[in-house]
């Protein structure tokens, strides 16, 4: 069905560490998997996505891991910065409705200086 | 280039009446999917529109629908408000029907009394 889960609903970090954000999900049919930030007052915003034929795929600080094997996602963030403080959330889509993400419930992450 | 606009940014109304939010996507976008937030069912996807046609739909009663405009700007309308209707209603814009990566607006805060 459509799910998507998320192992820990707060992170805690310190500022400069690499953070590492986990996501499970149960949908084995979906295309992609994507990362959302979300930050106080405002509306998510794109970070990174992978087809689900990839297993890592980088940008800029940030690498999203997938495995297939066991449905589980992961968001790694090198260097952590006060301006990561956010809500993450995992999403997943159809090719056919990329449209229509199907988010998870989302992991607030933040920064100790 | 100016991002997701939605209007208005807060809205009080008493149940039983009926509300429509706006939303004017990104210059060139012809994509504009809308969401609902809440702390207890997190980010759920409503529906989507691409060139004025409804293409995906969420499990959403018949009281939430929308439309969207030849100039792609779209509106959302809930009719007979309930409390719990009470919600972040967010609003996202991507130039292909088909793009994992959605640009959100800030979102419509609705309060239900």
């Known amino acids: 069905g459509e799910s998507v889960g998320l192992h820990l609903p707060t992170l805690s970090v310190q500022e400069g560490d690499n953070s590492i954000i986990n996501c499970a999900y149960s949908?084995?049919?979906?295309?992609?998997f994507i990362w959302y930030k979300q930050e106080s007052g405002k509306g998510p915003q794109f970070i990174i996505d992978?087809?689900?034929?990839?297993d890592k795929r980088q940008g800029q600080r940030v690498t999203v891991l997938l495995n297939k094997t066991v449905k589980h996602l992961s968001l790694q963030i090198a260097a952590t910065q006060p301006g990561d403080s956010a809500v993450y959330f995992c999403a997943e889509n159809l090719a056919s409705s990329a449209s229509k993400i199907i988010f998870g419930s989302g992991t607030r992450l933040s920064i100790r200086p | 280039k100016a991002g997701v606009t939605q209007t208005p940014r807060y809205l009080i109304k008493t149940r039983g009446q009926q509300v429509t939010l706006s939303c004017s996507p990104i210059s060139g976008h012809r994509s504009v999917s809308w969401y609902q937030q809440t702390p207890g069912q997190g980010l759920q996807f409503l529906f989507e529109y691409f060139s004025e046609t409804q293409r995906n739909k969420g499990n959403f009663p018949g009281r939430f629908s929308g439309r969207q405009f030849s100039n792609s700007r779209s509106e959302m309308n809930v009719s007979t408000l309930e409390l719990g209707d009470s919600a972040l209603y967010l609003c996202a814009s991507s130039f292909r029907e088909f793009d994992t990566e959605a640009f959100f607006g800030q979102g419509t805060r609705l309060t239900v009394v």
């Open positions: 992978i087809r689900s034929n990839m």
């Open positions: 949908n084995s049919a979906s295309d992609y």
